[in-house]
């Protein structure tokens, strides 16, 4: 079963990269994607702590909803910022930038 979505979907804006490795989609991290990464890992945190019943699990539930927040928050930046460079979601600062230092894919 295939599951690439740029098989079965076709982009609505300008195509940067159609496959971008990791190192680019990290890097192409805006502002926003940081925010959203920052702020999905507090409130995770926030929630693990107000989620221990006793006092002796508040720091444990506090790490655990932590570290699930970390990678739930990086998830969904890389995917937006991933979406950007495959044409999915809104672009024009990616495409701005490539076009500026003449990089084609």
Do not use: C, W
């Not at 221990?52 to 969904?76: D, E, H, N, R």
């Amino acid at each position: 079963m295939n599951t690439d979505i740029t098989a079965s979907a076709t982009p609505e804006y300008p195509v940067v990269d159609r496959n971008p490795p990791f190192t680019k989609v990290v890097g192409n991290f805006n502002t926003l994607d940081y925010l959203r990464f920052v702020t999905i890992t507090g409130v995770s945190v926030t929630v693990g702590y107000l989620s221990g019943i006793k006092p002796g699990l508040k720091g444990p539930s506090m790490v655990t909803g932590g570290l699930i927040g970390l990678m739930g928050g990086f998830m969904y930046a890389y995917q937006n910022s991933a979406g950007r460079l495959m044409g999915f979601f809104p672009n024009d600062g990616e495409v701005a930038y490539y076009q500026k230092r003449g990089f084609n894919h």
